[in-house]
């Protein structure tokens, strides 16, 4: 699988960057280790070795920051998934209308990838197996946007239909270009196509049935 995608943008930034450790800290430059690993191989294709190679330390320094790799992989996709939440939470007013919620979800999700594409990456790849296995959905970004489509369709906004089924469709658009991106088939920064996005996704929202 690591094959095929473009290491230079899993390498994007400081290697002692964490997600919850502060950064220059061996927390830290574990979080940033595994996340480059998890995204690229898998969890299921990393052991604790690897990362503590990965990062020049001990199998056993690795146990006093975080219990197991299980523990490691929930703690980065819970914190990069509350991230994102966070992003549409600050941007996205209650009052907002149907093009501005849109606008606001696209931005936050390109700006993820383009900034920090390991953890796009892994929170792109790692969504089901990690919810799954930990059993807690915690924070969830595509919950929002199923509920703002949900009142769109109230509001007659949009055609009536399932909003858990629109709301997958609409963020398709961008997941799909992202993953793309990842892999370099999309060389342009996903920044500088947020007004293609929203009006793809707007017309996706606007489809009948």
């Given at each position: 699988m690591d094959t095929?995608?473009?290491?230079t943008l899993l390498d994007r930034g400081p290697?002692?960057?964490g997600i919850t450790g502060k950064q220059g800290s061996t927390k830290a430059r574990i979080e940033r280790a595994a996340l480059k690993l998890f995204a690229a191989r898998g969890v299921d294709g990393v052991s604790i070795k690897d990362i503590?190679?990965?990062c020049d330390i001990s199998d056993g320094a690795m146990y006093r920051h975080f219990k197991s790799k299980e523990s490691l992989a929930h703690t980065l996709f819970q914190a990069?998934?509350?991230r994102l939440l966070g992003m549409l939470r600050e941007k996205a007013a209650p009052d907002a209308g149907l093009e501005a919620t849109v606008r606001t979800v696209v931005t936050a999700y390109c700006e993820l990838a383009e900034q920090d594409p390991a953890a796009f990456a892994y929170h792109l790849t790692?969504?089901?197996t990690v919810l799954a296995r930990a059993g807690d959905g915690g924070a969830d970004?595509?919950?929002?946007?199923?509920?703002?489509?949900?009142a769109a369709i109230t509001a007659g906004e949009i055609p009536?239909?399932?909003?858990e089924l629109k709301s997958a469709m609409a963020l398709g658009v961008v997941l799909q270009a992202a993953e793309y991106r990842l892999y370099g088939r999309i060389t342009t920064p996903l920044t500088n196509l947020?007004?293609?996005?929203?009006?793809?996704?707007?017309?996706v929202l606007r489809t009948e049935g």
């Amino acid at each position: 699988m690591d094959t095929y995608l473009d290491k230079t943008l899993l390498d994007r930034g400081p290697a002692d960057q964490g997600i919850t450790g502060k950064q220059g800290s061996t927390k830290a430059r574990i979080e940033r280790a595994a996340l480059k690993l998890f995204a690229a191989r898998g969890v299921d294709g990393v052991s604790i070795k690897d990362i503590a190679s990965a990062c020049d330390i001990s199998d056993g320094a690795m146990y006093r920051h975080f219990k197991s790799k299980e523990s490691l992989a929930h703690t980065l996709f819970q914190a990069i998934h509350a991230r994102l939440l966070g992003m549409l939470r600050e941007k996205a007013a209650p009052d907002a209308g149907l093009e501005a919620t849109v606008r606001t979800v696209v931005t936050a999700y390109c700006e993820l990838a383009e900034q920090d594409p390991a953890a796009f990456a892994y929170h792109l790849t790692a969504r089901n197996t990690v919810l799954a296995r930990a059993g807690d959905g915690g924070a969830d970004p595509s919950s929002l946007m199923a509920q703002r489509v949900a009142a769109a369709i109230t509001a007659g906004e949009i055609p009536a239909g399932d909003p858990e089924l629109k709301s997958a469709m609409a963020l398709g658009v961008v997941l799909q270009a992202a993953e793309y991106r990842l892999y370099g088939r999309i060389t342009t920064p996903l920044t500088n196509l947020i007004d293609v996005f929203t009006r793809s996704v707007l017309a996706v929202l606007r489809t009948e049935g």
